[in-house]
């Protein structure tokens, strides 16, 4: 079913790449143009760079599953760039972001590229101590605001381990130092608080929205999750990654990430290609849809009751 899918198209890559990263400096400029007539127009537009950020970062998703260009070396050079420009390691978040896929709703190997999330069994069994700092683990605030700042300085530094070999650990070094050049250069050449205000600010939003993005994706209440010897991985994608459904505007700034069920199924597919997958076979028809209204009141999903077989909150959870 998805197979005609699969595949790029060099044009419509190229055209994405610079439909996005043109408009992107444009408003970077802009905003470094405005703040000091303007602080108030300046952050208005802060927006649409933020939004430009986050699609930037899908981008650089469909370099690292190989479908953006045919080429490796092309995807590996330009999801290195968007890479750099998002703070984001390529090669170490590509690994990451593999083991994410190939356990994605598996609670015997949780931990990889998703939000921690407990049984109920596992909060019951933990000590007060324990669930206090879950809870504060999980609370929306901590989600949203304390995300951009791992995002921002949680992957200067990684140490080997499944998902960081030597290889990702010279990506997060090379990453680091190409920032490091960059955000030198750039206040040496605007100052910085143009700095701070044309990409600090605009990025924090961006990296906020990309935090929500990801966990509507995959945490919502009759969200598919299974112990390992009875997990599927088509079902993990069909049941246990969303339809976002956004408007059109918000679709664009997110290249279609929205379409989670489709990207799962088949990670090869670029973004272009998810809508008229989806819209070409039946079967992703019974995903389950998230709006903005559900994916906000699914914020306060925080455990998967193994009995009730969905997510619940801790209002939900009684301790004796």
Known sequence: MVGPYVGSSAWRASFQLISTLVPLAAAVWAVHSLHSWSLALALGLDLVVAGLLVRTFVLMHDCAHGSFFRSRRVNDTIGFVTGVLTLTPFAQWRRDHALHHASSGDLDRRGHGDVPTLTVREYRNRSARGRFMYRVLRHPAALLLGGPLHLAFGQRFRGQGKATGRRQVASVWGTNIAIALVLTGAVWAVGWKSVVIAYAVPYYLAALMGVWLFYVQH??????????????????????????????????????????????????????????????????????????????????????????????????????
């Open 219 to 320: 945490q919502f209440e009759d969200a598919y999750w299974a112990p390992h010897d009875h997990w599927d991985y088509a079902e993990a994608a069909l049941r246990g990654s969303s339809h976002l459904q956004l408007p059109w505007g918000l679709r664009w700034f997110t290249a279609s990430i929205g379409l989670h069920h489709v990207h799962h199924i088949a990670p090869r597919i670029p973004n272009y290609r998810l809508q008229p997958c989806h819209d070409a076979n039946a079967v992703f028809q019974r995903s389950p849809t998230v709006t903005l209204r559900s994916g906000m009141s699914a914020l306060r999903l925080t455990l998967w009751d193994e009995d009730r077989q969905r997510l619940v909150g801790f209002r939900d959870v009684t301790i004796t």
